[in-house]
């Protein structure tokens, strides 16, 4: 079972909720989330807009915009220091330094009027005790490592000299300028077109084999996910529905949501016809219902559905789902816990 | 860069030339006769004596005529002679343009030191109790009109309290007599210019702290703020360098269309407080229909104009890498 020896714990998220409060109500971005990422691990969460995915990955870093907020739940950081509640001296030494991020954006996640070369040392000369001709070695290292041509031209142009996929390859160079052990990237390949996004994706998977940085990807690619994530979290209307290795994902889903998801992917196979698609949408975020949040679409709901929120199952090691469906295989149960 | 400023002005002449001519015709319109005027309020020259003074000033033929002398003249350098002064428009430009100078260079700065750390604390707070008092602040420095709130300074200040000359650039007697020494001097200007300072600074502040305010709010939802808090920089750093140098681009425009209004003068404050600046001139000039005046001051005030909105677009490229001006 050398597949159940783990790497070190990176990262230890607990009933993470996160709370818009609007004048129209409270909003539960995120209610409850559950979820572990070990080091040299691709961890990839999946769902469709407004699942929650993007304000998971903000809140570890404490970057929730007003009128959100973290209510409840831990973020352990491998040190074992919980990142919620931190104050925000100790917060920023994490920022860019042992986390960071990137952003769907590419075209305007890069300041407009600072040369790309001074963006990446700002990170460098904060975080780290070096001189200015150090950051800026570091930061044509960088660039050279992003695969990017002509380093020494580029840290003097401005974002708006370059185009869109090599912006995407600054942010990365960027993010990772500090040698983080997290990388959280959020839709990194959206904004792209198709042929630079297989070639950003396979240059974050280099840099994680040479840099051992872990990546948590935020997606809802079905296709990316297989090329890159070792486990998944599958989300939906704030919660993780079901989470597992990502082979074992694919070949098994569990949840009827993950099921829909897989069904809804178009193949080479798929002959004409219509795409199968989720029947209805993802309830409101201000009137979620008392009981399973995906009840109302599910084909396979029961009245027990509508009353209480459905108990985590473990199917395999490593493979957990949330759903009523699987209380009897349940080997949490079996197993007396 | 220096090919561009010179094709813009070279594009000037000819928008020189018909506000020139905007402005000789709309002058000469102005009901009232000048040499009457001129000779003051029932004087007895004869119809005959007036045709000559008539010629003497420029005024006699049509319309184009009159403009193509005075345009040949202007040409040379020779803005004509001022009938009220009996001096030459130049000397008298050059001698009244300083005070006005003076007076809206102070505050100007005073406004845009206060304007800028206040529009920028607001946009971060927006909607605190903060941001609401500074927005119905300016909200009432732009409705109230500068003669009001001028008079009501002086009511207050000069009147009542008697801390502050009520109008003037000088002490009478004192400028009459002689300062003792340079200080006197600076300091007789210095408090006569308090209260139009503030009234003056009080308008530009309430504008340019809205935009300051406006520009930083757009700025701070842009994604590239969100990337230098995710980089663990200070709010501050975040803030003041990251936000304020892009809130910085529109702001440079409105600040350079600032600049002519430095010189032109502000015609109402400087008639209410007597400020011997190019406003007041203006006013008094229209007012004994000394017509080479008012056209000379109009036209400096269009070409002041035309040269705001070309450094606008100068300090535009120099702010924001995007814009080139070749």
Known sequence: ?337 | MIKYILKRLLNMIPVIFIISILIFATVRSMPGDPVNAYLGMGSKVTPEQKEVIREQLGLNGPMHEQYIRWAGRLVQGDLGESIKYKKPVTELIGEYIWNTFLLNVISLILAVLVSIPIGIKQATKKYSKFDNFWTVFSLFGISVPTFFFGLVLVFFLSLQLGLLPMNGMRDPIQAAFGYPNIFANLADVASHMVIPVIVLAFGSFSSLSRYVRNAMIDVINQDYIRTARAKGLKEKVVIYRHAFKNALIPLVTLLGSYIPSLFSGAMILETVFLWPGLGWILIEAINSRDLSVTTAVLLFSAVLMLLGNLLSDVLYSVVDPRIKTE
């Open chain 1, 1 to 337: 079972m050398a597949e159940l020896v783990r790497n070190k714990k990176l990262l230890d998220v607990r009933d993470l909720k996160v709370y818009f409060y609007t004048e129209k109500g409270v909003s539960k971005a995120v209610d409850g989330n559950n979820f572990r990422m070990y080091e040299n691990e691709t961890l990839a969460i999946v769902g469709e807009s407004g699942c929650g995915k993007s304000v998971t990955a903000m809140s570890i870093l404490g970057l929730v915009d007003e009128p959100g907020k973290i209510v409840d739940g831990s973020i352990v950081e491998y040190e074992g220091k919980n990142m919620v509640g931190m104050s925000d001296e100790e917060i920023r030494d994490i920022r860019g330094n042992e986390i960071s991020m990137i952003f769907q954006e590419p075209m305007t996640s890069l300041n407009p009027v600072f040369k790309i070369g001074d963006q990446i040392m700002e990170a460098v000369l904060l975080h780290e005790d070096v001189t200015k001709e150090e950051a800026k070695a570091r930061a044509v290292e960088m660039l050279t490592l992003v695969g990017i041509a002509r380093p020494e031209k580029v840290v003097t142009d401005y974002p708006h000299q370059l185009s869109g996929g090599m912006r995407q390859r600054v942010m990365i160079a960027m993010a990772l300028a500090c040698n983080p052990k997290l990388l959280i990237a959020d839709e990194p390949t959206t904004a792209l077109d198709v042929t630079i996004q297989a070639q950003i994706l396979s240059l974050m998977n280099d840099l994680k084999k040479k840099l051992g940085t872990s990546i948590m990807l935020i997606t809802h690619d079905l296709g990316v996910v297989a090329q890159m994530a070792d486990n998944v979290n599958v989300m939906y209307a704030g919660k993780v529905v079901e989470t597992a290795p990502v082979k074992e994902l694919f070949a098994n889903p569990k949840h009827p949501y993950t099921k829909g998801l897989m069904a809804s992917m178009p193949s080479l196979n798929t002959e004409g016809g219509r795409l199968a698609t989720i029947e209805g949408s993802v309830p409101n975020s201000l009137y979620l219902p008392k009981g399973c949040y995906f009840a109302d679409r599910c084909p396979n709901v029961m009245d027990k559905c509508r009353e209480s929120q459905p108990p985590t199952c473990k199917i395999k090691s490593r493979h957990h789902v949330s759903c009523f469906l699987y209380e009897d295989v349940d080997l949490n149960k079996k197993e007396g816990k």
